[in-house]
């Protein structure tokens, strides 16, 4: 992408699990990495998520204006005792 632009990451999510998602007690948030999320650090689940069943959740990324190659890691936290539940990443090359 070139210098400066900025985009809407997204990843679809499926609960292979045995119980709900509940949307209040899942966040969104960066992890490490290059910090590219601009004045957002936290989203949450727009819904309940069921086992078997998907959602997909946001982030809007601002790379770094220099060119070179970058990393985040994003992941869930249970709200209730702050534990990581999930990671998934995003690469972004900047021209």
Known sequence: MPPGGHFRASWTLLNSG???????????????????????????????????QTTTVYAFIYPPKVPGNYRAVWGLYWTKDNSLFCTFTVKVTVK
């Not at 007690?25 to 949450?44: D, H, W």
């Open 18 to 52: 045995h119980k709900t998602w509940q949307a209040n007690q899942l966040i969104l948030t960066f992890i490490e990495g290059t910090q590219m999320n601009g004045p957002n650090k936290v989203f949450r689940l727009a819904k309940d998520v069921r086992p078997d």
